[in-house]
């Protein structure tokens, strides 16, 4: 049997370079997979930070807006009464909770920013108003929610009716625990690299008898 001359495997140098070239190839494949994983990623948890802050200012809206002119303490003589206590950094209300929430009956509720890991977190507490003690509540953590987080500025202002009846300017100094406002506005600052802004909300109370309250005004100017 007659073996052709012309005929010759491949050198050791010319499979060298063909494992480079592949290696090339794989490793250029690789880096464009892992760079989608990767966008895929941050668009994912883009959109769900998005949809959680929208959840969050749904919740507030509904919240706030059903603020009850309902006291929740009591001075020990029994002549002042607490239903409404506010700054620019927390609030506590008397309010129902949604239906899937609730045991029924009225809730103490609170809105605080408070120091995070990263920024401030927004904290929300409830308790039912029907054998709520204040100084208990105090000492006590349960049913404390972090509602939304890596928040970077906030503040929380109030708007009430003078003596005139005349609508008066926002503020973050709410003098009388006695009355409500007529008004509650959120502002947040979220340290999301500026892609994500809170809209401020200005939420109007449905019940705003309390800031009709005669006596002193609620609202400091």
Do not use: C
């Amino acid at each position: 049997m007659r073996v052709r001359s012309g005929q010759r495997g491949f050198t050791l140098l010319e499979m060298l370079l063909v494992v480079m070239l592949l290696a090339i190839l794989l490793a250029g494949a690789y880096g464009g997979i892992s760079a989608s994983v990767r966008g895929m990623h941050a668009g994912e948890a883009a959109i769900e930070r998005v949809d959680k802050v929208r959840t969050v200012q749904e919740f507030l809206r509904h919240q706030i807006s059903r603020i009850l002119p309902f006291p929740y303490a009591h001075s020990k003589d029994g002549t002042q009464v607490e239903m409404f206590r506010a700054d620019g950094k927390s609030m506590r209300f008397v309010a129902p909770m949604p239906g899937y929430l609730s045991r029924g009956g009225a809730y103490v509720q609170t809105l605080a920013l408070a120091p995070g890991d990263d920024g401030m977190q927004l904290v929300f507490t409830s308790t039912l108003l029907n054998g709520f003690d204040l100084d208990k509540s105090k000492a006590s953590e349960e049913s404390t929610v972090v509602l939304l987080d890596h928040i970077r500025e906030g503040s929380f202002s109030y708007r009430a009716l003078n003596e005139k009846g005349e609508l008066m300017n926002w503020s973050q100094n709410w003098k009388d625990p006695g009355t409500t406002p007529l008004m509650v506005a959120i502002d947040l600052r979220l340290a999301a690299g500026g892609q994500i802004e809170w809209p401020r909300m200005a939420i109007p109370l449905m019940m705003d008898s309390g800031a009709r309250h005669p006596g002193p005004l609620g609202l400091g100017r």
